[in-house]
């Protein structure tokens, strides 16, 4: 059995303020994720065709008595205020005098990425959805939620308590844990050419995959704790990835036989309900790959050199 040697705390509310801004971001970057998953499984993408301002305004009328015009406006809106609340987030590690340089570089690529992510979006709106737009925006969100995963776990206190665990050497554990975001992510991938260019090969791979993709995490998981067990969280999170990863497998059916064989056209609308099914799969697979990559972050904390 492994155990964590004791090391001194940080001091209590260390990076709280931050910690919570951090946790502020996921949150309201989750909630731009749902509007995006409905823009799409409603066909709502062209809903407004200029960018940055919706019907050149920015509180156009449409967005608050069509459903289209809502989904993708306020998609827009709250992208925003995640965009916002990471900026101010940047600035405050960067002058504040608590924060790591780890911290303060992460916050900042954070912000890169959420902006990048913006003019994928913008951009794509701009050439009328290209399936290239659409599958990178959809992968980059994921992308863009585990860097303020991680950000978030450098600056809790949680991350301060945990030791280098006894007995396993340093590193021990790391690859799985990578190769299983990256596998993640590539479901991701494959989801999004499936869902964005309606390719059936594509959807009959991304289906196929998702076995190895269970394996892999399942392995990556069951190593963690067995190994790893005594790093504060670590049991925690891979409780919350087995528990989401078999609904997950669960509602990939629920999505293949409730979906439009049409694909993502504007008449997806009057199915509200079909649209939030499938939404709610794109969801999960964005927190399987947020989690994979706090279980990652809890593994590196764990197997680090003892100081
Ligand atoms: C925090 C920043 C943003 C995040 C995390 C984000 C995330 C997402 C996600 C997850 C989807 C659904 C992808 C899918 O279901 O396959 C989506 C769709 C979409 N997003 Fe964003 N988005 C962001 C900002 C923006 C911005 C600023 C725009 C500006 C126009 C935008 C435009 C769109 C459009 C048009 C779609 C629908 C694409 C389609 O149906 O092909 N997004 N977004
Ligand atoms: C590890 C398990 C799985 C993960 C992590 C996962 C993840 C995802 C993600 C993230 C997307 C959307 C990609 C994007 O647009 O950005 C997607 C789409 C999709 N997935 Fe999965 N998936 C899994 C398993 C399955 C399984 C087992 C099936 C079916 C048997 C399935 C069926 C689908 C379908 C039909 C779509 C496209 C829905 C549409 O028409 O819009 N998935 N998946």
């Given at each position: 059995?492994?155990?964590?040697?004791a090391?001194?705390?940080a001091?209590?509310g260390?990076?709280?303020g931050?910690?919570?801004?951090?946790?502020?971001?996921?949150?309201?970057?989750?909630v731009v994720?749902?509007?995006?998953?409905?823009?799409?499984?409603?066909?709502?993408?062209?809903?407004?065709?200029d960018?940055?301002?919706?019907?050149?305004?920015?509180?156009?009328?449409?967005?608050?008595?069509?459903?289209?015009?809502?989904?993708?406006?306020?998609?827009?809106?709250?992208?925003?205020?995640?965009?916002?609340?990471?900026?101010?987030?940047?600035?405050?590690?960067?002058?504040?005098?608590?924060?790591?340089?780890?911290a303060?570089?992460?916050?900042?690529?954070?912000?890169?990425?959420?902006?990048?992510?913006?003019?994928?979006?913008?951009?794509?709106?701009?050439?009328?959805?290209?399936?290239?737009?659409?599958?990178?925006?959809?992968?980059?969100?994921?992308?863009?939620?585990s860097i303020?995963?991680?950000?978030?776990?450098?600056?809790s206190?949680?991350?301060?308590?945990t030791?280098?665990?006894?007995?396993v050497?340093?590193?021990?554990?790391?690859?799985?844990?990578?190769?299983?975001?990256?596998?993640?992510?590539?479901?991701?991938?494959?989801?999004?050419?499936?869902?964005?260019?309606?390719?059936?090969h594509a959807?009959?791979t991304?289906?196929?995959?998702?076995?190895?993709?269970?394996?892999?995490?399942?392995i990556?998981?069951?190593?963690?704790?067995?190994k790893l067990?005594?790093v504060?969280?670590l049991?925690?999170?891979?409780?919350?990835?087995?528990?989401?990863?078999i609904?997950?497998?669960?509602?990939?059916?629920?999505?293949?036989?409730?979906?439009?064989?049409?694909?993502?056209?504007?008449?997806?609308v009057?199915?509200?309900?079909?649209?939030?099914?499938?939404?709610?799969?794109?969801f999960l697979g964005?927190?399987?790959?947020?989690?994979a990559?706090?279980l990652?972050?809890?593994?590196f904390?764990?197997?680090?050199?003892?100081?």
């Amino acid at each position: 059995m492994s155990t964590s040697a004791a090391i001194p705390a940080a001091a209590p509310g260390e990076s709280r303020g931050p910690f919570r801004l951090a946790m502020g971001v996921i949150v309201t970057t989750m909630v731009v994720i749902v509007f995006g998953a409905m823009t799409t499984s409603t066909g709502s993408g062209m809903a407004f065709v200029d960018w940055p301002l919706s019907d050149g305004q920015l509180m156009p009328e449409r967005s608050y008595t069509t459903v289209p015009g809502f989904l993708e406006h306020f998609h827009r809106l709250i992208a925003s205020l995640a965009g916002t609340l990471a900026l101010v987030l940047a600035l405050w590690l960067q002058f504040g005098r608590r924060a790591t340089p780890a911290a303060r570089k992460t916050a900042w690529i954070g912000g890169v990425v959420l902006l990048m992510q913006a003019v994928v979006g913008g951009v794509g709106v701009r050439l009328e959805l290209p399936a290239v737009t659409s599958v990178t925006h959809g992968l980059l969100a994921q992308v863009t939620l585990s860097i303020f995963a991680w950000l978030a776990y450098l600056l809790s206190d949680r991350y301060a308590r945990t030791a280098p665990i006894d007995g396993v050497p340093p590193g021990t554990g790391r690859r799985l844990a990578i190769v299983a975001v990256a596998m993640l992510i590539a479901q991701t991938l494959l989801g999004g050419i499936a869902r964005h260019t309606n390719n059936s090969h594509a959807l009959w791979t991304h289906a196929g995959n998702s076995l190895v993709v269970f394996l892999v995490v399942v392995i990556a998981t069951g190593f963690a704790v067995g190994k790893l067990g005594g790093v504060p969280g670590l049991r925690g999170v891979a409780r919350w990835l087995a528990t989401l990863l078999i609904l997950q497998l669960v509602l990939g059916f629920v999505a293949l036989i409730v979906r439009n064989s049409a694909g993502k056209t504007p008449e997806n609308v009057a199915n509200l309900g079909t649209a939030a099914l499938i939404s709610v799969h794109v969801f999960l697979g964005a927190m399987l790959t947020v989690l994979a990559a706090t279980l990652c972050a809890h593994v590196f904390r764990g197997t680090r050199r003892p100081e």
